[in-house]
């Protein structure tokens, strides 16, 4: 195969791997509006056999304290600016992991704040890879607006976190 062929395959897979990362999560059944069709736009479905990954609506959020000196997810939105390039730390539950995606660990972290939109928060890591279902401590820097390319777009992320399971 030649060199350009195997970078495009290359580029195909991390676009496969990372079409369940940036896409919003499906509100629990009791809430959920009536289905609509897909945009003809529509990034593709993440594979059967991907690992590691599990729906939000199955981990149970209550009860999560916010961390000393932290913020609530729904507040890092809220104060998003004034965080934005800053260190902050929050505590939630694990409530999706893709492991591996372009060097760094996945997340997606809630705490059981925030309404649609402003209730999860995505995590980059090269550290510990936490299970679907573990209380985390995150602690890493606030990007707003992150462009990975491909529809890829993050208004809020936390990257190179490290990552505390308790």
Known sequence: MSKATNCSLLALTVVAILAGCGKKETPPAET???PTA???SAAPTMPADHPVAGPAEAVDLAGIAKADGGKTVEEVYKEKDALANGKVVVRGKVVKVNPDIMGKNW???RDGSGGDGTNDLTVTTAGTL???GEVVVVSGTLVL???FGMGYQYPVIVQDAEITIE
Do not use: E, K, N, S
Request: hydrophobic share 55%; aromatic share 0%.
């Open 32 to 34: 959920a509006a009536a």
């Open 38 to 40: 897909p945009a003809a």
């Open 107 to 109: 997340l997606h972290v």
């Open 130 to 132: 936490p299970d679907v």
């Open 145 to 147: 607006d992150q462009d």
